[in-house]
């Protein structure tokens, strides 16, 4: 698994910490939600994790090995991320899938089993040249996908990475609450086995996650499952308990 260890993060040229004397564990075969409102540092938490930046003080260990010591690429192999707007590569729907792996041929047979497990199988199979459509409108033969359907696609890169360690933000800003409950559905395959962190502002999908985090100013201020959580009657519970209320704004607005 992967564990915060005492870190403290200023980004550069500012001397206000980010996180400080933060700790978080990522276990092996758990999915761990983090929420809290905007500037909390929910996200730096991913920067860390890919190694834009690394700690000013503490470490992140993988496996008990200090992400210092592992290079940069060796690192990021093992690691997929979906960001909250993916990148729409104007390229085919084969290549774009396989792009999860580009070290390797592209092999048509992963491809289709990541976009079915993904859910934008069907999606694709309608288009004009199915996997061999360019997607993007940069060519005069491309098709368009929706929002929803461009994280879809981001979603079967990750299967056809296959990495032990997932890292979400945000992944179904996109998505209505219908494909949202099946997104979640396939994630959890996904996840299976793995480390998985999501950082949702959507309680539908954080209540689903084996442990809660709640982040305030670059601090865990409460943690638990939903169902603890909501009895606690802590920050979690008022946002959620507003989230439901069609009529009152949630207390960690996107």
Not at 169 to 174: F, G, L, N
């Amino acid at each position: 698994g992967v564990r915060f260890h005492d870190v403290t993060f200023s980004y550069p040229g500012f001397d206000t910490p980010v996180l400080e004397h933060f700790d978080l564990a990522l276990p092996v075969g758990k999915t761990v939600a983090i929420v809290g409102e905007n500037g909390a540092g929910k996200t730096t938490l991913l920067k860390l994790l890919a190694r834009f930046y690394d700690p000013t003080s503490g470490s992140i260990t993988l496996d008990g090995v200090d992400l210092r010591d592992f290079s940069v690429d060796a690192l990021r192999r093992h690691l997929t991320v979906l960001f909250q707007f993916p990148v729409n590569y104007q390229a085919t729907a084969a290549e774009s899938i396989a792009l999860g792996d580009a070290e390797q041929a592209i092999d048509r047979r992963r491809v289709e089993e990541a976009a079915r497990a993904a859910g934008i199988h069907d999606r694709i199979m309608r288009l004009p040249a199915q996997y061999d459509t360019h997607l993007g409108m940069w060519f005069s033969d491309g098709a368009e996908l929706s929002g929803g359907e461009w994280q879809r696609l981001a979603m079967a890169r990750a299967f056809y990475r296959d990495a032990p360690l997932i890292v979400l933000d945000e992944p179904t800003s996109m998505m209505d609450s219908w494909a949202e409950a099946e997104w979640f559905d396939r994630f959890e395959r996904l996840a299976d086995g793995a480390a998985a962190l999501v950082i949702t502002h959507r309680f539908t999908i954080a209540r689903r996650a084996d442990i809660i985090h709640v982040m305030k100013a670059g601090r865990i201020v409460e943690s638990g499952t939903h169902d603890e959580l909501v009895k606690q009657g802590g920050l979690y519970c008022a946002s959620w308990t507003a989230q439901t209320e069609s009529h009152r704004p949630p207390i960690f607005s996107p």
